[in-house]
């Protein structure tokens, strides 16, 4: 039985075994053929919603075409006669968009089928070229719902599957069909043998949030804070001081087109940052499920983010100079699948690196807390960099620092901005020296710990040169018996220890904070 899928019934014609007959109570040995499944497709508004977005795009693009660009002076009667020549035109090119887009956007929906049921997950696209893709529920890593503007007018959602290499998204199912089949795929996805129908008998979420009973909220961020955040982060400072000092250009030299053309992208700078800090993580919600964190937010937009912790490979912690008077901290995480801090997807949504846009100190402990189990970063010993290396640092050579304990491996820099990387010992996977020629100068050297592509840029600066390399060699075999660690408490149930860690030799003193 699937999600609406329909029940294989016994064949009608095969014959009852009299009970009297030895030869007929024998199985037979030719078996019953199985019904073929029923695949169903996505939501029928589906082509509706796709296909607005890129008309409104075109609108907007024909639209620049009737707007003076300052190029040549045209005056009322010149512009009015432009407008009706080019109307005509501008209304055949709009219908025929239309037509394109409804037409592909209709067929990409016809073409779309998918199966989820109790022995598999699979998806159907294709008009040309057939695509069917199925995907194993073991190798589901995450899935995220997203919720565009459009959708939610309809009650409908984006339903997006992480299976590594394999990302398939079904657009759209109804809201209440999406939060079931998400669910169970989860369950599956851990190793529960839940059926759809269990899975149908548990709690749904809401509309305006995803949380179920069974969620435990975490950490909740208001609205007024995320605010607050915005106009104290310094690069939201530097954005407003170049808007103001643009502006007052052009007040100085009127508002001719030049000047105003300089003010466009400042502008559009300045409201991207407010919606990508406000509006996209409005009603910022982070709950801990029974198979990980998940993350709710955005006003217009909600996008319901499933992050498994095993899955984070790396922490960023962030506290802007006027942060540290509120006691504000940004935490951004280095997650596979993930490659940046944001990734648009077609309908302008985001999967987003960001675990805590605004929090206060408590919010930061609760949150590290969860992906960081039993680590103590106040305790951990932190070394700096020698003299010498203030040749090139002179200001921010007192904030280069690095530690290190049994689970994790901590850098922080930053003399305005104050950053701080944190990295799991089992989840480094190279190590990095690097001397650039006026490192050679005066004798100095860097070390790195890579991990996926993410915010997460671990570094140790300007060390000795016998320092960095003592530190990469005694961090690889760091890395090496934290993986074996790992694997065997995966196998062995218990909890992550934590210690002091062996040091590597021929360090200075470690750092008293």
């Not at 968009?97 to 159907?124: G, K, M, N, P, Q």
């Not at 003010?263 to 940052?273: A, C, K, N, S, Y």
């Not at 944001?342 to 100190?361: A, M, R, W, Y």
């Not at 320092?467 to 760091?478: F, T």
Request: proline share 6%; charged share 20%.
């Amino acid at each position: 039985m699937s999600f609406g899928d329909q029940e294989p019934r016994r064949a009608a014609s095969e014959p009852e075994p009299r009970a009297t007959d030895p030869a007929a109570a024998a199985p037979t040995a030719t078996p019953e053929p199985a019904l073929a499944k029923r695949a169903e497709r996505p939501h029928p508004a589906t082509p509706l919603i796709r296909g607005w977005l890129v008309l409104l795009l075109v609108i907007v693009a024909i639209g620049r075409e009737f707007i003076p660009d300052g190029s040549r002076s045209t005056d009322s009667a010149s512009m009015l006669e432009l407008l009706r020549a080019n109307l005509l035109i501008a209304l055949a090119a709009l219908a025929g968009v239309i037509a394109v887009v409804a037409l592909s956007s209709f067929i990409s929906w016809w073409f779309t089928r998918y199966v989820i049921d109790d022995d598999e997950l699979r998806v159907e696209t294709g008009l040309f070229t057939k695509s069917s893709k199925r995907i194993p529920f073991g190798r589901i890593q995450s899935i995220d719902v997203i919720q565009p503007l459009a959708a939610r007018i309809f009650g409908l959602a984006e339903l997006r599957i992480d299976a590594g290499n394999d990302k398939t998204s079904l657009r759209y199912l109804t809201r209440r069909k999406t939060y079931r089949i998400r669910d169970y795929l989860l369950s599956r996805a851990h190793g529960e043998q839940i059926t759809v129908a269990d899975s149908a008998a548990g709690p749904v979420s809401g509309g305006f949030q995803d949380l179920s009973a069974r969620d435990q909220v975490l950490v909740r961020i208001p609205p007024a804070r995320l605010l607050a955040g915005l106009l104290t982060a310094t690069d939201f400072l530097v954005m407003a001081a170049i808007t103001l000092a643009a502006l007052i250009t052009v007040l100085a030299l009127g508002f001719g087109v030049a000047s105003v053309s300089v003010l466009i992208p400042i502008v559009i700078g300045t409201v991207r940052m407010i919606g990508s800090r406000v509006l996209s993580q409005f009603n910022y919600t982070l709950s801990r499920t029974g198979r990980g964190l998940r993350i709710s937010r955005g006003l217009t937009n909600i996008t319901s983010q499933s992050v498994p912790i095993d899955r984070i490979q790396g922490v960023r912690i962030t506290q802007y100079l006027l942060w540290r008077a509120f006691g504000f901290y940004r935490l951004d995480i280095d997650v596979l699948g993930i490659k940046g801090t944001d990734s648009s997807t077609e309908d302008g949504t985001q999967s987003s690196s960001i675990l805590l846009p605004v929090g206060n100190f408590h919010d930061l402990q609760v949150a590290l807390a969860q992906i960081l189990p039993g680590v103590n970063l106040a305790s951990i010993p932190m070394w700096g960099s020698p003299s010498r290396a203030r040749l090139f640092h002179w200001f921010t050579i007192q904030t280069f620092r690095f530690g290190h304990d049994d689970e994790v491996a901590v850098s922080v820099r930053g003399l305005v901005d104050r950053v701080t990387d944190v990295v799991p010992h089992a989840k480094v996977q190279s190590v990095r020296i690097t001397q650039g020629p006026l490192q050679r100068g005066v004798r100095t050297a860097s070390v790195h710990f890579d991990t996926t592509p993410g915010p997460v840029t671990w570094t140790a600066h300007e060390l000795d040169p016998q320092a960095a390399r003592a530190l990469a060699l005694s961090q690889l075999d760091r890395s090496r018996r934290a993986r074996e660690r790992v694997a065997r408490e995966r196998s062995h149930t218990g909890a992550v220890g934590h210690g002091t860690g062996d040091l590597p030799p021929d360090l200075p003193p470690p750092l008293r904070s």
